[in-house]
Every structure is written in structure tokens, then in C-alpha cells.
């Protein structure tokens, strides 16, 4: 099976920082993988390489190839937008739109075109119930999504997210701001949303990372230091460093 | 204020000997002296601003008991009759508060009617058939209706403080006020709002850093300079494009305004737009949006309130202006809703007649009524603007 993501040599700089170190690496499709590794490791800025988020930031420079389902992303001609909506991305804090809960998820399809009344609907409820909101919510659709708690406002943002149907889910610590039942339905769902997609992960949490990925790999200092099945690379992992960092001895 | 006592060491909870001691904190007491004197002093402008209400509206309160009377030929009681009518009457006739009533004496009185007499005498013949002479023209009637004055052959609104007859009517001011303020708001809104959403949210950082200061830079030039520019600039580039009669107009004027008003609404925008969390974009735009759309579609609506807050200051600041509008706006005091007439606003209505009002007199009354309208006007906008500031705060952070 091809990878959904491929990088060759990734290297970014933040002016003269090196944030990522040649990176070279295979994320294999419908499957979940987990980025770990200390803060500032560079786990976030090989994440936001997938959707070209790191464009937003002035003075990136990017060498190295990058390909999403075997097209090369980091080349300037690139459709940012036609990239984005096959690479959806979950961030750390939930950010739904001072919107109602209807109105976050239209807007996303409307960005894509998709306005007709039926198919908003439709897409709505389909998203909604994916992510596992549905039965809450579907009382109160046209309500401010901002009164919802701080765990259905994450999985509003991953309803979003999929609204559009990417084939990648990018996410960024999507449980660390979150209470420990509203983090176990974030990781139902992440268990049932690999099915459909192909899941990148960054978190702190390594009990999290066992749980739910089926690859993990271990960053250090912009580093790829190793990357595996997850039940290798915290069980007998190969490499010094991971060890000590999945035994918590550093980090 | 009963100078604060410097606590113990172990000030006890329970034995609390001076003010400092609140909510079991204790204040050390340097600090609740500088609490206390920041609060004065926010105190204070809340106090100054009610004793410019307060020292406006004083001036005008005969006016609005319907105690001065404008008209040129008044009913008069003659000096011979003083002791034959009813005290209250005569007090009446007079215009007086009791107080000042009764502090007079008798030759006193004699004194002031026959200096009515001799006024009655004075009233030149081509006037003493006129039915204008008779009017009280600082009547609420007069000062807001229209009125058939001779000579015109309609009812009409009228503000003509010269001459023999003094016409008093506030609507062509505040006609001209509202169409200069309408006039530039259309044009600095847009503008500043455009130029707000830019750089906060669009711009690259080093033009940013330029383009901000530029335009906050602006509202440190006086008004003045901007007038004498619209004067000699934009009033002749303006009238050869358009090609109207008179160069100085509610259009110019207006246009004028908005440079005035740009900067401020500018810069409460702009802070309206940067406090709106990077989360949002970055949620837009990681969905496919462009960085257009993030702007227009998911921070515009998000700062919403804070725009509104800037509209209205920029109303507050467009009805307020004085100078700009004195130079350029024509002054005539005609009513009239189209843009390319002379026109004259209430602020420079006050600023060009306050000198040349008797102190006290009808024409000063009214002046000082149309200082507390503005003040109402602009004090109503407000708080219509913040509740509905307030409504959409609400609305968009979802607290019922």
C-alpha cells in the first residue's frame, strides 16, 4: 500500500533555527500514527508541514521533499486550498467559530462549495454523528457552538474537520486541554475515525499514544530518532534515547 | 476621608482599625492610598462630565420654563399702573423667580417697566403691523416647527439669529449636522474598517509596522490644518470635477470629516480585529479558506462588537467636529438634504455665534439648548450603541 504521506530529507528553519533535520519518513494510510518527543522537538512543525500551515509563519525556509498521496506539497504552485481540504488538522485548544453548531460545520462546506440546504443538512448530521456528537447536539443545532463544553467543542472541531471529507486528519494534542472522560471519547473516536482516515497524532501523553496509534514515531531535538509499530517502539525500542523518553527518565 | 491608621504587624483578623482591611485582605496601606486616589480620579471625570451637563443646561433652563420671551413687541404693563396690578402677575410679566422678585424694590420695578416702554417705543414703524414682531420665536413651537413668516409664502424653517426679528428654528442644524456626520462616516467607515481588517490581519509584518503609526499619526494633526487643506484643496478639485455652484458644501465638508474621524475609528477597529483570537483564522484557514476569507467571513463577524464600538465613536467624534466643518461646510443655515448646498452644523453654529449672543439673552439660551441637544444626542447614541454592543457579545460568546 502507498503511504498516504512521504518525506524525504524534510529540513525547516525558523530563520536560522533548524527546527526539522532531515526527516525522512513513510505515515501509512488508514492508520494512526503518534508523534512524540519533548516540547520543541518539531513534532508540531513536521505536522503543520502536511497542510502548509507553517506558511503563515514569515522567515520558514523549507528544503527536502514532502508528498501527501504521492504529490509533491512543498512546490509553489501548489493549491494550498485544494491540499487542505484532503488534510484537515484538529488543533490543540478547540476553536469553533462564534457560530452556532449548524453554522461551524456550513461554513466549512461552503468553502468547498457545497451550499444547497439538503446537502449542508445531510453533512451536517453525517459529520455530527462521527464524531460522535449528534445525539447530544441535534436539539440545539442553531445554538452558539461557544455554550458547548470544552470536550463536545473539540469533537465539534473534529466534526468540521471532516465535514469536507479529508483523506488525512492531522492533530495537535487534541485531548491535553481536556478533562480525562471528555479525553477518553477523543480517543473512542479517534478509534473508530481510523477507519476512514489516515490519523497523524501529536501528543504528550504516552499512555495515550499506546492506546490509540498503531505507528509511533519519536522526535528529539528535530530529529526523526526512531519510528515504528507502537507496540515496538515502547516495548523494545532501539534506539537509547527513545527508551529513556517512553520510560520517562527525560522529557 | 479619615486618614488611614499603619497597621500592626500582627493585625489581628477581627480587630480591624482601618479601612485597608477588607474581604480578610490587608492592604498594606501605600497601596490603598494609590487605590483610593485612582479612584478619585476616575470619579472625577465622571463628576466633570455632569458639570458640563450641568453648567450647559443651567443656561437655557428660562428657555425651557418658557420664561424668555424673543418677541419684539411684548405686551407691557405701563409704569403708572405698578401698584393697581396683582403682585404675581406683574412677577410673572417679569419673567422672575420669587426670590429675585421680592429682593426688588418698588423704584426699581418702576425702573425696569418703563425701560419696556421706551423698548416698545423704539420698535421701528415698519414692524409694528408685522404679525412676525408679535412671535415668541424661542417658543418649543418655533423652535422646532415651521413657521410662515412674512415674506415667505410658506410654512419654513428658519435659523436667522440677525437682523430685527431673530428666527430660532434647530432643525436646518441639525439637518446639517446629521448630513455633514452621514457624509463622513460613509466615507471614513469603509476606509478605516478596510485599512483595520489589512493590518491586522493581511498585511506583512514590516508594512504593518509602517502603516499603523502612519494612520494613527493622523489624528495628532489639528482639524484645522485638515480644513485649510479641504479649503483650498479639495473644495476646487471637487467643485471642477462635479462641476456644482457653491465649493463649499455638505460634501466637502463630510469628506473632510472622515479624514478626521479615520484615525480613531481606525485604531479601535484595528484593536477589535488583533483581539480576535488567532485560533479562529487559524481554523479557516486550515480548512481551505483563503486568507481573504478568514478575514472577511470568520474575523470581521468575530469582532463585530468592537467594530460597532468604533462607529459610534466615530459618530460621537463626526457630530462633535467642529472646526473642519466651520471652515468648509458654506455655514448657511438653509434646510436642505442635498449634499451640494451650503450647509451649517450645530457645532459651528455655536462656535461662530457664542461671541456675538448677548450674555443671558434669548439668542445665548439658545445656543447653550443646542449644546445639551448635542450632548443628548451623542450621549443617547452611545448607549444605544452599547447595548447593542453588549446584545452581540452575547450573542457571539454564547452566555445567554
Redesign the interface.
Known amino acids: 500500500m502507498a503511504p498516504a504521506i512521504e518525506t524525504r530529507d524534510l529540513t525547516l528553519h525558523y530563520g536560522k533555527i533548524r527546527a526539522l533535520d532531515a526527516v525522512t519518513l513513510e505515515i501509512p494510510e488508514r492508520r494512526v500514527t503518534a508523534f512524540i518527543g519533548p516540547s520543541g522537538c518539531g513534532k508540531s512543525t513536521l505536522l503543520r508541514c502536511f497542510n502548509r500551515m507553517n506558511d503563515l509563519i514569515d522567515g520558514v525556509r523549507v528544503s527536502g521533499s514532502c508528498r501527501v498521496s504521492g504529490e509533491d506539497i512543498l512546490g509553489s504552485g501548489l493549491d494550498v486550498i485544494a491540499l487542505r481540504k484532503r488534510v484537515g488538522m484538529v488543533f490543540q485548544k478547540s476553536n469553533p467559530f462564534p457560530r452556532s453548531i449548524h453554522g461551524n460545520i456550513a461554513y466549512a462546506l461552503g468553502l468547498h462549495g457545497i451550499r444547497e440546504r439538503a446537502a449542508v443538512d445531510g453533512a451536517v448530521e453525517r459529520s455530527l454523528r462521527s464524531a460522535a456528537l449528534w445525539d447530544e447536539v441535534k436539539d440545539r443545532l442553531h445554538e452558539s457552538a461557544m455554550r458547548l463544553s470544552g470536550g463536545q467543542q473539540q469533537r465539534l472541531c473534529i466534526a468540521r474537520a471532516i465535514a469536507i471529507q479529508p483523506r488525512i486528519l492531522l492533530m495537535d494534542e487534541p485531548a491535553s486541554a481536556l478533562d480525562p472522560v471528555a479525553t477518553a471519547r477523543i480517543e473512542e473516536l479517534i478509534l473508530e475515525l481510523r477507519r476512514e482516515y489516515t490519523l497523524v497524532i501529536v501528543t504528550h501523553n504516552m499512555q495515550q499514544a499506546t492506546r490509540i496509534s498503531d505507528f509511533t514515531a519519536f522526535f528529539y531535538l528535530g530529529k526523526l530518532i526512531e519510528h515504528g509499530p507502537s507496540a515496538r517502539v515502547f516495548t523494545c525500542p532501539d534506539r537509547k534515547e527513545t527508551e529513556d523518553y517512553v520510560t520517562g527518565r527525560f522529557g | 476621608m479619615n486618614s488611614p491608621e499603619v497597621p500592626s504587624a500582627h493585625g489581628a483578623s477581627g480587630t480591624a482599625s482601618w479601612p485597608g482591611h477588607r474581604r480578610g485582605h490587608r492592604a498594606r496601606w501605600p497601596e490603598w492610598l494609590a487605590e483610593k486616589a485612582i479612584f478619585a480620579v476616575s470619579l472625577s471625570t465622571l463628576g466633570l462630565l455632569l458639570l458640563i451637563l450641568v453648567f450647559t443646561a443651567r443656561e437655557m433652563i428660562p428657555l425651557l420654563l418658557g420664561r424668555t420671551n424673543s418677541a419684539l413687541i411684548q405686551e407691557v404693563i405701563p409704569a403708572a399702573d405698578l401698584d393697581r396690578v396683582p403682585r404675581e402677575t406683574l412677577r410673572r410679566h417679569l419673567g422672575m423667580g420669587r426670590a429675585e422678585f421680592e429682593s426688588m424694590d418698588r423704584a426699581t420695578l418702576e425702573a425696569i417697566l418703563k425701560t419696556r416702554e421706551e423698548a416698545l417705543e423704539e420698535v421701528p414703524p415698519s414692524f409694528r403691523t408685522d404679525p412676525d414682531a408679535r412671535v415668541n420665536t424661542v417658543s418649543w413651537r418655533h423652535l422646532f416647527l415651521p413657521h410662515a413668516w412674512t415674506g415667505h409664502d410658506r410654512p419654513a424653517y428658519v435659523w436667522q439669529p440677525v437682523g430685527t426679528i431673530h428666527k430660532y428654528n434647530l432643525v436646518p442644524l441639525f439637518v446639517g449636522s446629521l448630513k455633514v456626520t452621514l457624509v463622513g462616516l460613509l466615507m471614513a467607515v469603509p476606509l478605516s474598517l478596510g485599512a483595520a481588517l489589512f493590518v491586522s490581519q493581511l498585511a506583512?509584518?514590516w508594512l504593518r509596522e509602517w502603516i499603523k503609526p502612519a494612520i494613527e499619526l493622523l489624528a495628532g494633526i489639528p482639524s484645522v490644518v485638515l480644513g485649510v487643506i479641504a479649503l483650498l484643496v479639495l473644495a476646487e478639485a471637487l467643485r471642477r470635477w462635479l462641476g456644482y455652484a457653491s465649493p463649499l458644501n455638505a460634501l466637502v465638508a463630510g469628506i473632510a470629516l472622515g479624514w478626521t474621524a479615520v484615525p480613531l475609528i481606525f485604531s479601535v477597529a484595528e484593536d477589535a480585529f488583533t483581539a480576535v483570537?488567532r485560533?479562529?483564522s487559524?481554523?479557516?484557514?486550515?480548512?481551505?479558506?483563503?486568507r481573504w476569507?478568514a478575514a472577511w467571513?470568520?474575523v470581521l463577524?468575530?469582532a463585530l462588537p468592537g467594530v460597532l464600538a468604533a462607529v459610534v465613536l466615530g459618530f460621537g467624534r463626526c457630530m462633535g467636529e467642529t472646526m473642519v466643518v466651520l471652515m468648509v461646510s458654506g455655514n448657511a443655515s438653509q434646510l436642505s438634504w442635498s449634499l451640494l448646498d451650503s450647509t451649517r452644523s450645530i457645532t459651528a453654529t455655536i462656535a461662530a455665534e457664542m461671541a456675538e449672543a448677548v450674555s443671558g439673552g434669548p439668542h445665548y439660551q439658545v445656543l447653550f439648548l443646542l449644546g445639551t441637544l448635542l450632548f443628548a444626542v451623542t450621549f443617547v447614541t452611545n448607549l444605544a450603541g452599547d447595548w447593542i454592543i453588549q446584545r452581540l457579545k452575547s450573542?457571539?460568546?454564547?452566555?445567554p
Open positions: 506583512p509584518p483570537p485560533s479562529y487559524q481554523a479557516a484557514l486550515a480548512l481551505g479558506a483563503s476569507q467571513q470568520i463577524p468575530a450573542r457571539l460568546g454564547g452566555t
